[in-house]
């Protein structure tokens, strides 16, 4: 089955632990992506990749690091996590050209 | 930049009515557009999709139309049904020099009750 996946789908984490949010897609898709979903912001993308070895920022990439080391993984990591950093998060991917599949979210929370 | 305004929500409807809601973008170039839906606890679904002018997209009795000359692409709906209620996301997507940049709508929340 063609699917994004997600890990974890939840998470409660402290202020300065570091984490990281797996993203793995069975598509063979170059172009990867990491939203944060807010309630009335919408969808804002974090960082973006184009394909291996290449990523971009978004619109809100301060406190998020990505690394594409292979073609079908794209992980999120937070070095020191904040509480503003408490959000619904989604990965997503595509083809060079096409629509976005997305990930099940996962939902974090910083203490 | 890119952007995507859509009309605020929450849209409360009863079942069997007429939905609308409304999507306008500002974007440089032809930009492809979506409508996604975002059922409760689940990550977003393409609904439908038009990559050019006057292209309707169409899926499930949705309907959306690119319009260029006004910018937008309205998602509508002739008769609504309880397991319609979700999130309802519009987007871009552009094509540059160094890739594809995707831009969301805010997303409308739609309750259709019984």
């Known amino acids: 089955e063609a699917q994004v996946t997600q890990n974890p789908r939840y998470l409660i984490t402290v202020t300065g632990k570091k984490l990281t949010v797996t993203c793995s897609q069975n598509?063979?898709?170059?172009?990867m992506s990491w939203y944060r979903q807010d309630p009335g912001l919408g969808l804002r993308q974090i960082y973006y990749s184009m394909n291996v070895e290449v990523t971009d920022k978004g619109d809100v990439p301060e406190g998020y690091k990505v690394s594409r080391k292979e073609k079908r993984n794209f992980p999120l990591i937070l070095e020191s996590p904040s509480p503003n950093q408490t959000s619904l998060y989604f990965c997503?991917?595509?083809?060079?050209?096409?629509?976005?599949?997305f990930g099940p979210g996962t939902r974090l929370t910083v203490l | 930049g890119n952007s995507v305004t859509q009309m605020e929500g929450p849209v409360t409807l009863s079942e069997e009515a007429f939905l609308t809601i409304n999507c306008t973008y500002t974007a440089t170039g032809y930009p492809s557009l979506f409508w996604y839906v975002q059922y409760p606890g689940e990550g977003l679904q393409l609904l439908l999709k038009a990559t050019k002018a006057d292209d309707k997209g169409s899926n499930k009795g949705f309907e959306a139309t690119y319009r260029k000359e006004t910018t937008s692409f309205h998602l509508e709906k002739g008769s609504v049904q309880v397991s319609d209620s979700a999130v309802y996301f519009c987007?871009?997507?552009?094509?540059?020099?160094?890739?594809?940049?995707?831009?969301f709508g805010p997303g409308t929340r739609l309750s259709v009750l019984p």
């Open positions: 987007a871009l997507r552009t094509r540059g020099n160094y890739g594809q940049n995707f831009v």
């Open positions: 997503a991917s595509s083809l060079s050209v096409g629509e976005q599949f």
């Open positions: 598509m063979n898709h170059e172009y």
